[in-house]
């Protein structure tokens, strides 16, 4: 169980990282890039809870979140294209 | 001995995640931090599902983890290019930090 704090603990700095230029970056394109990342950790969480815990109950969470991650990113990436300069 | 390879592979795709997420506070750039958002998570994620599936021994895991990392690599690279291109087309990015810009002709700005 201590493999399963590291892995989460190590898993939470990279998300503050991401969170952080979620919050500050300059343009919008740096916010849809950094919100794309902090969902793929989010996959890994759920993996890594699953590998330690031996559940593949919450495994679907994983597909399910890579997909609407990306959709959200391209719909974004079109908004970020026709927005007004 | 399959346990200490899975805890190996988890922690480090891990500290990929970790590696990112600093890299995203750290790095100048859109397009460098583009660079470290997308490759080291996605190859943390392949680290992370590979201890998984060490660890849950179900065909139904399998299959479900096998889905998501093809999942993620075969959307990561398609939803980069997509904010990159446009994000160089709105001119959301610093030129002075560019040696080169291929794209100059191509996009009229």
């Given at each position: ?70 959709l959200g990113t391209s719909a974004f990436a079109r908004f ?6 | ?109």
């Amino acid at each position: 169980m201590i493999g399963l704090a590291i892995a989460l603990s190590l898993i939470a700095v990279g998300g503050a990282g991401f969170l952080y230029r979620l919050l500050v970056g300059p343009s919008l394109a740096d916010r849809v890039v950094s919100l794309d990342g902090l969902l793929t950790l989010i996959v890994t969480a759920v993996l890594a809870w699953g590998a330690f815990t031996r559940t593949g109950t919450y495994l679907t969470l994983g597909v399910v979140v890579a997909l609407v991650a990306f959709l959200g990113t391209s719909a974004f990436a079109r908004f970020v294209e026709g927005r007004r300069r | 001995m399959m346990d200490v390879a899975a805890a190996v592979l988890v922690v480090a795709g891990a500290a990929l995640a970790a590696l990112s997420g600093i890299g995203q506070v750290r790095f100048a750039d859109l397009f460098t931090r583009m660079h470290i958002a997308t490759k080291p998570a996605t190859l943390g994620l392949l680290l992370v599902a590979a201890g998984a599936s060490l660890r849950i021994d179900s065909a139904g895991a399998a299959t479900l983890l096998f889905l998501t990392v093809v999942l993620q690599f075969a959307t990561g690279p398609v939803s980069a290019h997509l904010v990159g291109r446009a994000a160089h087309r709105h001119g959301d990015w610093d030129r002075r930090n560019a040696a080169v810009d291929q794209l100059a002709e191509v996009d009229e700005l």
